[in-house]
Each structure stands twice: as structure tokens, then as C-alpha cells.
């Protein structure tokens, strides 16, 4: 935690709880010392202007997209979007138009297209006649896969279409703190991006910031989107946490703690590798992917594992685990994870050879028949997951973490579909259920 926040939370209890007061205002206030801070905070991070978060990147996601895009038009997105996306589809009754991936069958992750990929993407919606009102990508991917953004922007702009980038987990690419980090989407030229200061800065729980630029999007608007969603008493120890997290990634001496922090990580990327730890590739160093299903080993199975030993990841998966180094500095945390390595090796965890993960048979993109909010507020009949062939889900269906959806109201289900969802069940058997809502 930033040394500020450590300080006010050392005072006396309950100091910093403090109501939207005359002087200190809110987010969304003419003035006050937040419409201050948050101007300071805008330009120290390359923005033209942006607001502070107090219910997490969901909340400012949901409010950009519903500044950008009117009920009965579409949004593009890729196909692994968070759900709060498609929740704000539901919201403001917008059309998602998802476009598909490149899938990994060795861990079962989608990964970023390449620019030829999101090429034959605009081929298609083109051939489709669909139009399109704004674009939601998201980078990096929650494992820490990203992608240089600039000539995505480049060919989306060229349309006129605005962008915004979910960059809930990459909030410190923005501080620049080490040549090696992929550029921000700010940097990439996004007219908005949202970042989860709690995930990847050093924000308390549910503290976010959306940043504003360009010409393509009005602020104005945005700002009344953010009024209809947050709540009029936000909390004041989250915003002055908000402040001092992205004074972290903004001031000489939070860039060179972040540096260090960074190359630590380097090393001990390294440092596991050499000690036979099978670690993913990607492009988030603060990020590690440890690839159970290598071993024959459940992610899922292998974190509950961890947790009773007191190892808590960030990300447990079918095939991986994700761990979140986070930015604090990390010592003997190599031994550490050599040890439990070795004892996950040694333990008595079902070992089974893994098949090549499935990836989901989706096409190119998919625009849904049915709206997302008709579907969701449709009259509903439950059916055996088995029997809903041919109908349409009123459900979303999405395993936590990561919060992606493998189901969307409005989707038509065929048999592709419900024999992947029925493979990912074995993978997730609390989280999908064995029988759905579906259009009566
Ligand atoms: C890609 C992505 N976007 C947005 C969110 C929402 O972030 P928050 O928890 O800050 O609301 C998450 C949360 O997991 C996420 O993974």
C-alpha cells in the first residue's frame, strides 16, 4: 500500500470516513479537492481527464459503455469480455457483437488476435452490414497476455468507431516504469480505458479510474452515465486510495520502486524456470502462469491444495494457475515456490494425462438473434442442458474467477455448443449448472 494510505489508516479509527463534504466533493463535482485530484492525476498519467472509481473497474466499465453506446446499438468485443460488459449490455439494452479468438489447446486460454485476425473481423462485420457504435477490447487477457494496441486503434479509428480498453489488469503499464511493458492503451491512443486500480496498481478492494482523451467520445456524457451508476456517498478512503495509487505509478520515486519491483520479477520468472517449474509465457511480468495440466494436475485442484497451505493465487484454471506477484517486494518467495512445487509433485493429487483443451466452436463473430435484454427478461423455462438444443439461454453462465462468460442471454444454443459446455462442466461442475434458463 501507498505510504499516504498506510499513514491515514494508522490515525484514529474511522478519521477517513468522511461524506461527499463542500470542500472535498466527488468524482463527479464541479469542484472540490477530488475534481482536483483527479485532473492532477489525468494529466500526471497522459489523459485529458478522468474519474475515480469506488465499485471497482465494473462500475466505470459500465458507465463508459453506457456513455458510448445507445439502446439497440451494437458493440464489438472479443469473446472472452468480462462479464460486466455484457451486464451493461443488459443495462442500456445494447447489442453485443463478439468477435472470436485464438484459443491455446495446451492450457486452454484464449489469447489476443493478431492484427490479420482482427482484420478478417472488420472483413466480416463489413459482409454483415452490422453497424457498429463503439469497441470494447481488453488488454492484457487476466494471465497476463497483451498485445501492442496501436494498430487496432489505428484501423478502429479510421472507422470512427470509439475505443474503449479494458485494461482492468494493466494499470501500471501506464507508469512506463520499465521499457519492457507493453504500451497502456492511453499510450495506444484509446479514447477511454479503465483501469482496476485493485488489481493491477495498489488500490484498496473496489478502487478503479477512467481515463478520457481524443475527440471521438464526450465527457459530458460520461459524467452522466457515472451519476446514474455510483453511489452518492462514495467512500472518501477509497478515493483518497485511488489518489495515491496512481500517484504510485505516476511520480519519479513510485516508477522506480515499480522498476524494481519489476525486474525482482524478471528474476524470479527466471530463477522457477531453472528449477523446473513449467511457467507460461506472456507478456505480464508481475504475472505467473504455472502450467498444471503439464504435470497431469487440475489448476483448480492444485490451488484448493495451495490455499490449505496458505499459497493463495490469483487465478486457478482447469490448465493453470495464475499468480499475482502484486507490488510488494517478494523475498525468498523462489524457495518458497520451489518447495511447494516440490511437494505439489509428491502429493497425492489425481494425476491424469490431459488432453488437448477444446477450443469452443465459435464463428468468426457472432451477432446475436435475440437482444441480450429481451432474452434476459423473457419469460423462462428451465431445461436439462442436454434438451436445449434449438432454443435461446435468458442466462449468462460465466465461472468465477475469471468472470468470462461462456454463455450469453440471446445466444442460440446448437449441439457444438452445449457439447463444450458440458465438457467445461466436468472443469467447473459448481459454477455451470446442470440445467438452464432458456426462452419459453
Ligand atoms: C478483464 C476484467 N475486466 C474487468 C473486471 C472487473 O474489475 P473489478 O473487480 O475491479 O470490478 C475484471 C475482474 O476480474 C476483469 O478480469
Not at 93 to 106: A, C
Request: glycine share 6%; charged share 20%.
Amino acid at each position: 500500500m501507498p505510504m499516504e494510505i498506510r499513514r491515514l489508516l494508522r490515525n484514529k479509527p474511522g478519521i477517513w470516513d468522511l461524506p461527499e463534504l463542500p470542500d472535498i466533493g466527488g468524482p463527479t463535482s464541479l469542484e472540490g479537492e477530488i475534481q482536483i485530484s483527479q485532473q492532477e492525476s489525468a494529466l500526471a498519467i497522459g489523459a485529458k481527464k478522468g474519474w475515480y472509481g469506488v465499485n471497482g473497474a465494473t462500475g466505470l466499465l459500465q458507465a463508459a459503455l453506457l456513455a458510448l453506446v445507445k439502446p439497440k446499438q451494437s458493440v464489438l468485443m472479443p469473446r472472452n469480455i468480462h462479464k460486466c460488459i455484457i451486464n451493461a449490455c443488459l443495462l442500456g439494452d445494447m447489442n453485443p457483437v463478439l468477435f472470436d479468438l485464438p484459443f491455446l489447446e495446451d492450457r486452454g486460454h484464449f489469447v489476443p488476435p493478431n492484427i490479420s485476425w482482427f482484420k478478417s473481423v472488420l472483413q466480416a462485420i463489413e459482409k454483415e452490414n452490422v453497424e457498429i457504435s463503439a469497441v470494447v477490447l481488453t488488454n492484457p487477457f487476466y494471465q497476463g497476455y497483451a498485445v501492442d494496441l496501436k494498430p487496432f486503434i489505428t484501423l478502429l479509428h479510421e472507422k470512427n468507431w470509439p475505443v474503449l480498453i479494458d485494461e482492468a489488469h494493466g494499470a501500471y503499464f501506464s507508469s512506463n516504469a520499465d521499457d519492457s511493458l507493453p504500451e497502456s492503451g492511453l499510450q495506444a491512443g484509446a479514447d477511454l480505458v479503465v483501469h482496476s486500480l485493485h488489481k493491477s496498481a495498489n488500490g484498496l478492494v473496489q478502487t478503479a479510474a477512467l481515463w478520457w482523451q481524443g475527440n471521438l467520445v464526450d465527457p459530458d456524457q460520461i459524467e452522466r452515465s457515472i451519476v446514474i451508476l455510483q453511489t452518492t456517498s462514495p467512500s472518501a478512503l477509497l478515493l483518497a486510495s485511488c489518489e495515491a495509487a496512481i500517484a504510485e505509478l505516476t511520480s519519479l520515486q513510485g516508477k522506480q520502486k515499480l522498476k524494481k519491483i519489476i525486474s525482482k520479477a524478471r528474476e524470479l520468472n527466471i530463477q522457477l524456470r531453472q528449477e523446473g517449474l513449467p511457467l507460461l509465457e506472456n507478456q505480464d511480468p508481475l504475472k505467473l502462469i504455472l502450467h498444471t495440466a503439464s504435470i497431469g494436475i487440475n489448476g483448480m485442484e492444485a490451488d484448493s491444495w495451495l490455499i490449505s497451505k496458505g499459497m493463495i493465487a490469483e487465478l486457478p484454471e482447469p490448465g493453470t494457475i495464475t499468480f499475482c506477484l502484486g507490488f510488494a517486494i517478494q523475498r525468498g518467495l523462489t524457495k518458497v515456490m520451489k518447495n511447494y512445487w516440490d511437494e505439489l509433485l509428491s502429493s497425492n493429487l489425481e494425476r491424469k494425462t490431459f488432453p488437448p483443451f477444446t477450443k469452443p466452436n465459435f464463428p468468426l463473430i457472432t451477432i446475436l438473434g435475440t437482444s441480450c435484454l429481451s432474452a434476459f427478461i423473457a419469460d423462462t423455462v428451465k431445461v436439462p442442458l442436454e434438451d436445449s438444443i434449438g432454443r435461446i439461454s435468458s442466462d449468462l453462465i460465466s465461472p468465477y474467477p475469471p468472470g468470462i462468460p461462456i454463455l450469453f442471454p440471446g445466444e442460440l444454443l446448437d449441439q457444438n455448443r452445449i457439447d463444450w459446455m458440458i465438457e467445461q462442466r466436468n472443469f467447473w461442475p459448481t459454477q455451470i449448472p446442470s440445467e438452464i434458463k432458456v426462452i419459453s
